[in-house]
Nanobody, 124 residues
Framework: QMQLEESGGGLVQTGGSLTLSCAAS????????MGWFRQAPGKEREFVAA????????IHADSVKGRFTISRENFKNTMYLQMNGLKPEDTAVYYC?????????????????WGQGTQVTVSS
């Protein structure tokens, strides 16, 4: 089992930026597809972005394309989500997760290891 811990959340104004980090331990991080999800109160968990083990192939939800960028540094066992142009609708708890697939996926059922989440709040 892999242990994941998110950090970097906080309160920002509309149009601001944040960088989230996900530190992994207890597994082979460099061989896992990784992803970011978010969940707002009263709503289901929503896919944000995913990245291949190499970091070359990525997918982003339409709602964040052009604003968010997923990346990873395997030698640091760390994944990132750079968030620019933040909007109030981005407010949610953001979760880091590891998948069992061999290619980036947006399907939550393929993710088996999860962090505890970090709160992102965007004020207007």
């Amino acid at each position: 089992q892999m242990q994941l811990e998110e950090s970097g959340g906080g309160l920002v104004q509309t149009g601001g930026s944040l960088t989230l980090s996900c530190a992994a331990s207890g597994g082979t991080f460099s061989s896992r597809v990784m992803g970011w999800f978010r969940q707002a109160p009263g709503k289901e968990r929503e896919f944000v972005a995913a990245i291949s083990w190499s970091g070359v192939n990525t997918i982003h939800a339409d709602s964040v394309k052009g604003r968010f960028t997923i990346s990873r540094e395997n030698f640091k066992n760390t994944m990132y989500l750079q968030m620019n142009g933040l909007k109030p609708e981005d407010t949610a708890v953001y979760y880091c997760a590891a998948a069992t697939t061999g290619w980036p996926t947006l399907l939550v059922e393929h993710y088996t290891d999860w962090g505890q989440g970090t709160q992102v709040t965007v004020s207007s």
